[in-house]
Each structure stands twice: as structure tokens, then as C-alpha cells.
């Protein structure tokens, strides 16, 4: 199972989140860690890229307005992908992700 760490700006994102949005979140993470575990690359629905102008930061879509950054960190448990969770909300998560 990948372990995940969540800046804090992350942290204060999710909060601002609807529900609803965080419900939404919640389904394509769980879709994205299928994909890490099965060790395929992301679906496309996931849009999982790079982010433009900064270098080892990724997005990944989880709504037709939703978007959330991570980028790949040290491995917690041995054999296991690590994801830190960025920034999450609506496309201005570009402007720091």
C-alpha cells in the first residue's frame, strides 16, 4: 500500500473543500492508488502529468474543476511509493503547486 504525506497547505486546501468535493477526491485518490498498487500507469481519467515550470510536481484531475499536486518522496516502507500530497481545489492550486 503507498504511504502518503500532506503538506500543510494541503491540509488547510482539503478543509476549504465541500463536501462534495472532497467526496469526489476521495474517489479518484482511491482509483489512484489502485493504479499505483497494480503498478500500471495512471488511468486516463486521472490526467496524471506533470506540472509546467515545475519540475517533480504532478497533477492529477479529479474533477472537471478539480485538480490536486503531489510529488513523489522518499519511500516510507521499503518497496513502497510515497506521495506528498500538495495542493488540492480548483485550477489557482497552479499558482503554488
Known amino acids: 500500500m503507498p504511504t502518503?504525506?500532506?503538506?500543510?497547505?494541503?491540509?488547510k486546501d482539503y478543509a476549504d473543500l465541500s463536501p462534495e468535493a472532497r467526496?469526489?477526491?476521495?474517489?479518484?485518490?482511491?482509483?489512484?492508488?489502485?493504479?499505483?498498487?497494480?503498478?500500471?500507469?495512471?488511468r486516463k481519467g486521472l490526467r496524471v502529468k506533470g506540472v509546467k515550470g515545475a519540475s517533480g510536481i504532478f497533477e492529477m484531475t479529479w474533477a472537471d474543476d478539480g485538480r490536486a499536486t503531489f510529488e513523489f518522496g522518499d519511500e516510507g516502507r521499503e518497496g513502497e511509493t510515497h506521495?506528498?500530497?500538495r495542493r488540492v481545489g480548483a485550477h489557482d492550486v497552479f499558482g503554488e503547486p
Open 4 to 11: 502518503y504525506g500532506k503538506t500543510e497547505r494541503f491540509k
Open 83 to 85: 506521495i506528498i500530497w
Open 23 to 42: 467526496k469526489r477526491f476521495k474517489n479518484a485518490v482511491k482509483k489512484f492508488v489502485e493504479d499505483l498498487r497494480a503498478g500500471r500507469p495512471f
